[in-house]
């Protein structure tokens, strides 16, 4: 069954492939809306039958392995691709363009899929080429300019990323004499002060520093989020980056490479380092999509942060952060399209007021908005709340400190973004807008429900679920 | 086959290892210092040699030869793709600017 | 010592790459490391690995350095007059850093814990590949229709530029 998650979307790319009528090529961006429901439909129930039907008949694939937090990251994943086709919907005209992102989303899917559930830090990275060699063409996708330019630079970053991770596997292989999980796991925990496993940890958790854009190894990050079009900007910061880098770490750290002090102090470093000058850089952007890729930045700094403060708090703390994160960035960037479908542009000293204009776009950004800031009772305030407990429990009083007040700049930099493109009198050249058609707001709407839902449920989902992801890895 | 004349005893390993980090860091280099993008294309093709050097080194010396071959053919096709997209974006690139020129990809500074 | 000199050769012919003048020569100078680390990968027991780095790295990459190379030549010239100003004292300091990380490496290199060569010795390659490792042939598959429908967006729609 689990092996079935990534068989589909290849199935299904093949089926989009196929020689066939004009008709049938129009509709099949029907394919990845079906795929990203069932799969939203299927991990909603996690306990049903159907996760281990089929396993033991030997029809799966090696290496794969579904746990809490893949499931939950199966979730998201299945959320972000519908909601990002969706909208290529409404914003990918061209027939060809929208069958190219159709092929492409469909095997990104399957990567990221693949990504959460494997167990083989070799196959894992097979997966991750796959992610990112999609996410390069669908940068590129429109052909622009800036786009290449952005592609350009996340193919050499990533290129960068790429061989430290090798470099660590081939490491980590000699030592281990193989490159599952258990493996590696088990000759780590032997051999946790030898230099030389020490040496491909740290070039491993870069790699994946590279790849999850935290701050000095950011440069391709805010390039390739503003560039690329709306529904590949929506896939990008709302899954893929959260996915190939940060997720790939939580479950590196958590259960292979250990919680040892020196990759604790590590990550809290760089997590404080990122939210700090991820928020400030943030506070001078001009322009819509990048402001909400530094943001994005600094969000994901908290959740390093946690993975840093350590055990079943810390890494519950991070999941649950990583889980908002990819709600409610991904409905700001939703936002950002619907902005700049209506308006044309991306440049918040042109716009203002749009509140009037637009009022589900203003009224539901407020809600991420809120949400990002950890504002209770919605979803970001819980998450935030759990990193920060878990931080003072593991006694760093200083990076509690970082935490607390750099969400007060992340406060601010939303204040200005509201007020400059929401609130306010209308801007010359705003008259005539109009609200965005269902296709975008749908979307938005939905997840706005989500983050309130959580938000509000969060006492529940705390014990059932989020704790239980905790303690089990 | 010539290995027990030539590596030396205790841990061969770090005699790859050293070319191979040479290797990797002479791609490295170049990518950082060119300004050329083909160049750049160049230098993520030594890194991925050296990558493989550790790879194939590791599975020769815990005799897992079958294994790490099969990771170098993954790796291979896995690289090629790759290098082939780059190349997709660096043509894409030069057809729009008409430049190859490193220094020109900075409109999207701030 | 063969494979001292196998190894030197490889690291120079790298050398060699980055420092050529022409962007052709270079092409040509990572075929050749291609092809040195072929003769490296046979003597370290891997020949089909050999095979695929000979046939695909030195052979496939190759021609796709030297088509995006002549498709783009107009730029080539000029890039590569002003591109690349001082051009081998750029490198000396790769050379120092080479240097310090050799001998550091040395230095730190010495109590790797090595895995034992009798655990899993005598895994056949292709019960390795298709057995053992069926995830990374499924992977390869979908990396493979990826780069296929990366190269139709890329180089399929060029004409519609122009």
Same mark, same amino acid.
Request: with cysteine.
């Given at each position: 069954?689990?092996?079935?998650?990534?068989?589909?979307?290849?199935?299904?790319?093949?089926?989009?492939?196929?020689?066939?009528?004009?008709?049938?090529?129009?509709?099949?961006?029907?394919?990845?809306?079906?795929?990203?429901?069932?799969?939203?439909?299927?991990?909603?129930?996690?306990?049903?039958?159907?996760?281990?039907?089929?396993?033991?008949?030997?029809?799966?694939?090696?290496?794969?392995?579904?746990?809490?937090?893949?499931?939950?990251?199966?979730?998201?994943?299945?959320?972000?691709?519908?909601?990002?086709?969706?909208?290529?919907?409404?914003?990918?005209?061209?027939?060809?363009?929208?069958?190219?992102?159709?092929?492409?989303?469909?095997?990104?899917? $399957?990567?990221?899929?693949?990504?959460?559930?494997?167990?083989?830090?070799?196959?894992?990275?097979?997966?991750?080429?796959?992610?990112?060699?999609?996410?390069?063409?669908?940068?590129?996708?429109?052909?622009?300019?800036?786009?290449?330019?952005?592609?350009?630079?996340?193919?050499?970053?990533?290129?960068?990323?790429?061989?430290?991770?090798?470099?660590?596997?081939?490491?980590?292989?000699?030592?281990?004499?193989?490159?599952?999980?258990?493996?590696?796991?088990?000759?780590?925990?032997?051999?946790?002060?030898?230099?030389?496993?020490?040496?491909?940890?740290?070039?491993?958790?870069?790699?994946?520093?590279?790849?999850?854009?935290?701050?000095?190894?950011?440069?391709? $990050?805010?390039?390739?989020?503003?560039?690329?079009?709306?529904?590949?900007?929506?896939?990008?910061?709302?899954?893929?980056?959260?996915?190939?880098?940060?997720?790939?770490?939580?479950?590196?750290?958590?259960?292979?490479?250990?919680?040892?002090?020196?990759?604790?102090?590590?990550?809290?470093?760089?997590?404080?380092?990122?939210?700090?000058?991820?928020?400030?850089?943030?506070?001078?952007?001009?322009?819509?999509?990048?402001?909400?890729?530094?943001?994005?930045?600094?969000?994901?700094?908290?959740?390093?942060?946690?993975?840093?403060?350590?055990?079943?708090?810390?890494?519950?703390?991070?999941?649950?952060?990583?889980?908002?994160?990819?709600?409610?960035?991904?409905?700001?960037?939703?936002?950002?399209?619907?902005?700049?479908?209506?308006?044309?542009?991306?440049? $918040?000293?042109?716009?203002?007021?749009?509140?009037?204009?637009?009022?589900?776009?203003?009224?539901?950004?407020?809600?991420?908005?809120?949400?990002?800031?950890?504002?209770?009772?919605?979803?970001?305030?819980?998450?935030?709340?759990?990193?920060?407990?878990?931080?003072?429990?593991?006694?760093?009083?200083?990076?509690?400190?970082?935490?607390?007040?750099?969400?007060?700049?992340?406060?601010?930099?939303?204040?200005?973004?509201?007020?400059?493109?929401?609130?306010?009198?209308?801007?010359?050249?705003?008259?005539?807008?109009?609200?965005?058609?269902?296709?975008?707001?749908?979307?938005?709407?939905?997840?706005?429900?989500?983050?309130?839902?959580?938000?509000?449920?969060?006492?529940?989902? $705390?014990?059932?679920?989020?704790?239980?992801?905790?303690?089990?890895? | 086959?010539?290995?027990?004349?030539?590596?030396?005893?205790?841990?061969?390993?770090?005699?790859?290892?050293?070319?191979?980090?040479?290797?990797?860091?002479?791609?490295?280099?170049?990518?950082?210092?060119?300004?050329?993008?083909?160049?750049?294309?160049?230098?993520?093709?030594?890194?991925?040699?050296?990558?493989?050097?550790?790879?194939?080194?590791?599975?020769?010396?815990?005799?897992?030869?079958?294994?790490?071959?099969?990771?170098?053919?993954?790796?291979?096709?896995?690289?090629?793709?790759?290098?082939?997209?780059?190349?997709?974006?660096?043509?894409?690139?030069?057809?729009?600017?008409?430049?190859?020129?490193?220094?020109?990809?900075?409109?999207?500074?701030? | 010592?063969?494979?001292?000199?196998?190894?030197?050769?490889?690291?120079?012919?790298?050398?060699?790459?980055?420092?050529?003048?022409?962007?052709?020569?270079?092409?040509?100078?990572?075929?050749?490391?291609?092809?040195?680390?072929?003769?490296?990968?046979?003597?370290?027991?891997?020949?089909?690995?050999?095979?695929?780095?000979?046939?695909?790295?030195?052979?496939?990459?190759?021609?796709?350095?030297?088509?995006?190379?002549?498709?783009?030549?107009?730029?080539?010239?000029?890039?590569?007059?002003?591109?690349?100003?001082?051009?081998?004292?750029?490198?000396?300091?790769?050379?120092?850093?080479?240097?310090?990380?050799?001998?550091?490496?040395?230095?730190?290199?010495?109590?790797?814990?090595?895995?034992?060569?009798?655990?899993?010795?005598?895994?056949?390659?292709?019960?390795?590949?298709?057995?053992?490792?069926?995830?990374?042939?499924?992977?390869?598959?979908?990396?493979?229709?990826?780069?296929?429908?990366?190269?139709?967006?890329?180089?399929?729609?060029?004409?519609?530029?122009?």
């Amino acid at each position: 069954m689990t092996s079935l998650l990534l068989i589909l979307p290849l199935a299904g790319f093949i089926l989009a492939n196929l020689p066939a009528g004009r008709a049938f090529r129009r509709m099949c961006i029907v394919l990845p809306l079906v795929l990203s429901a069932v799969q939203v439909l299927l991990t909603l129930f996690p306990k049903a039958s159907w996760w281990t039907a089929g396993n033991a008949a030997g029809l799966s694939l090696g290496f794969l392995r579904i746990d809490g937090i893949s499931m939950l990251m199966l979730l998201a994943i299945g959320l972000v691709v519908f909601a990002s086709s969706l909208i290529s919907t409404a914003t990918v005209r061209d027939e060809r363009k929208n069958r190219s992102f159709v092929n492409l989303v469909l095997l990104s899917l $399957l990567g990221m899929n693949g990504v959460v559930m494997v167990t083989d830090i070799f196959t894992l990275y097979v997966f991750l080429e796959i992610v990112s060699v999609c996410s390069f063409v669908l940068i590129a996708l429109q052909r622009e300019q800036a786009m290449f330019e952005g592609a350009f630079k996340y193919v050499v970053l990533s290129a960068v990323a790429t061989m430290l991770m090798l470099t660590s596997i081939g490491i980590l292989f000699l030592c281990a004499g193989g490159t599952s999980f258990t493996d590696l796991s088990s000759m780590i925990a032997r051999n946790h002060a030898d230099y030389t496993v020490v040496f491909a940890i740290l070039m491993f958790i870069v790699g994946l520093f590279i790849k999850g854009g935290i701050i000095p190894f950011h440069g391709w $990050l805010p390039d390739a989020y503003s560039s690329a079009a709306a529904p590949v900007s929506i896939l990008l910061a709302g899954i893929v980056t959260k996915v190939s880098g940060v997720y790939t770490l939580i479950r590196l750290v958590v259960e292979v490479f250990g919680a040892t002090p020196k990759t604790s102090q590590v990550l809290l470093f760089m997590g404080a380092l990122s939210i700090v000058a991820g928020a400030l850089a943030a506070l001078g952007q001009k322009d819509f999509k990048r402001m909400l890729a530094y943001s994005s930045i600094s969000q994901v700094g908290y959740i390093i942060l946690s993975l840093g403060a350590g055990g079943a708090l810390g890494i519950a703390g991070a999941v649950f952060h990583l889980f908002n994160h990819t709600i409610f960035k991904t409905q700001l960037f939703i936002n950002a399209a619907a902005v700049e479908a209506q308006t044309g542009s991306r440049d $918040l000293d042109a716009m203002g007021g749009l509140a009037s204009r637009m009022p589900v776009t203003g009224a539901t950004s407020v809600v991420a908005l809120l949400s990002a800031a950890g504002i209770p009772p919605l979803a970001g305030f819980w998450s935030k709340l759990v990193i920060v407990v878990a931080l003072w429990k593991a006694g760093h009083p200083v990076y509690l400190a970082v935490a607390v007040l750099a969400s007060l700049l992340t406060l601010a930099y939303f204040l200005v973004l509201q007020r400059k493109v929401f609130f306010g009198t209308v801007a010359p050249g705003c008259d005539s807008v109009k609200e965005a058609g269902w296709r975008i707001t749908g979307p938005s709407v939905a997840f706005s429900l989500i983050i309130i839902a959580v938000g509000v449920a969060v006492p529940f989902l $705390l014990d059932t679920i989020l704790l239980p992801i905790g303690r089990m890895l | 086959m010539m290995s027990e004349a030539i590596v030396p005893a205790g841990n061969p390993f770090w005699t790859y290892f050293i070319f191979s980090v040479l290797l990797i860091l002479t791609g490295l280099y170049c990518i950082t210092v060119t300004r050329n993008l083909i160049r750049v294309l160049i230098g993520m093709e030594l890194m991925t040699k050296g990558a493989t050097l550790i790879l194939a080194a590791a599975g020769y010396l815990t005799g897992n030869t079958g294994v790490s071959q099969a990771l170098i053919i993954t790796l291979i096709v896995v690289e090629v793709v790759v290098i082939a997209v780059a190349a997709g974006i660096v043509i894409g690139w030069y057809r729009k600017t008409g430049s190859l020129d490193t220094s020109a990809m900075n409109s999207l500074r701030g | 010592m063969l494979l001292m000199i196998l190894l030197t050769l490889l690291v120079g012919i790298g050398f060699y790459a980055v420092l050529s003048k022409t962007l052709l020569k270079a092409a040509i100078g990572l075929g050749a490391v291609s092809a040195a680390l072929t003769v490296l990968l046979f003597s370290m027991d891997s020949p089909l690995a050999a095979v695929f780095e000979l046939s695909v790295c030195a052979g496939l990459i190759t021609v796709i350095f030297v088509s995006v190379i002549s498709m783009t030549k107009a730029a080539a010239p000029r890039d590569q007059k002003e591109a690349e100003p001082n051009h081998y004292l750029k490198y000396l300091p790769l050379l120092a850093t080479g240097a310090i990380v050799f001998c550091a490496m040395r230095y730190w290199l010495g109590d790797a814990p090595v895995a034992q060569a009798t655990v899993t010795a005598g895994v056949d390659v292709r019960h390795a590949l298709w057995d053992l490792r069926g995830t990374d042939v499924f992977a390869q598959l979908a990396v493979l229709f990826s780069g296929v429908s990366g190269v139709i967006v890329l180089f399929k729609e060029l004409k519609h530029d122009e």
